[in-house]
């Protein structure tokens, strides 16, 4: 449930970023978020409307619960933070398995700033970069509601290097879709 929380949160209104695998294995996993903390998550344009979660880590990812649950209510798919190694910022590509065995995933980029965990997930934010959007026109599939499917994990890593990392990780933009995570204990 929380999971479906989390992935409905970054999908935003059926937009997302995607590839039919994983792309990214749990050896890759990394942990900026501490194993148990409760994290609120918000979107900054509907500030009565916040989450918590708590995020505990395995060898395999995190598991997302509801506070205050015993240990193991969580769905059984972990959420992978992968470290974006090419840049020297903390930032992160987020993996969140789909429904199934076997099944793709959903991708979020994310940074560190001084109120939390800033993620991104919807491709329209680049609809005002024409650069961009050739870019994930020659790289990506395009699915219905906007959504952008990757293929190829290189694609991944270069879309965040060349497009996420210099507009809102360095550039200080503010996406208009965002959604940020905050640990509160």
Same mark, same amino acid.
Request: include cysteine; charged fraction near 25%.
């Given at each position: 449930?929380?999971?479906?929380?989390?992935?409905?949160?970054?999908?935003?209104?059926?937009?997302?970023?995607?590839?039919?695998?994983?792309?990214?294995?749990?050896?890759?996993?990394?942990?900026?978020?501490?194993?148990?903390?409760?994290?609120?998550?918000?979107?900054?344009?509907?500030?009565?409307?916040?989450?918590?979660?708590?995020?505990?880590?395995?060898?395999?990812?995190?598991?997302?619960?509801?506070?205050?649950?015993?240990?193991?209510?969580?769905?059984?798919?972990?959420?992978?933070?992968?470290?974006?190694?090419?840049?020297?910022?903390?930032?992160?590509?987020?993996?969140?398995?789909?429904?199934?065995?076997?099944?793709? @995933?959903?991708? %979020?980029? *994310? /940074?560190?700033? !001084?109120?939390?965990?800033? #993620?991104?997930?919807?491709? &329209?934010? =680049?609809?005002? @970069?024409?650069? %961009?959007? *050739? /870019?994930?026109? !020659?790289?990506?599939?395009? #699915?219905?509601?906007?959504? &952008?499917? =990757?293929?190829?994990?290189?694609?991944?890593? *270069?879309?965040?290097?060349?497009?996420?990392?210099?507009?809102?990780?360095?550039?200080?933009?503010?996406?208009?879709?965002?959604?940020?995570? *905050?640990?509160?204990?």
């Amino acid at each position: 449930m929380r999971l479906a929380i989390l992935a409905a949160a970054l999908a935003l209104a059926g937009c997302a970023f995607s590839a039919d695998t994983p792309l990214f294995s749990p050896e890759e996993a990394v942990f900026p978020i501490a194993d148990g903390a409760i994290i609120e998550m918000r979107d900054p344009e509907h500030v009565d409307e916040i989450e918590r979660l708590r995020f505990r880590a395995t060898p395999s990812g995190y598991i997302i619960e509801e506070p205050g649950a015993a240990e193991g209510a969580g769905e059984d798919r972990p959420v992978l933070f992968v470290a974006v190694q090419e840049t020297p910022e903390e930032d992160y590509i987020i993996v969140l398995p789909q429904d199934g065995p076997g099944s793709g @995933a959903n991708f %979020a980029f *994310a /940074w560190r700033a !001084a109120d939390g965990l800033h #993620l991104i997930s919807n491709p &329209r934010e =680049f609809e005002d @970069a024409p650069d %961009a959007r *050739a /870019w994930l026109e !020659a790289h990506t599939e395009t #699915l219905s509601y906007g959504e &952008r499917r =990757f293929t190829r994990r290189e694609d991944v890593l *270069a879309f965040h290097h060349d497009f996420i990392a210099p507009r809102f990780v360095r550039g200080g933009a503010t996406p208009d879709d965002q959604i940020i995570l *905050a640990e509160i204990r």
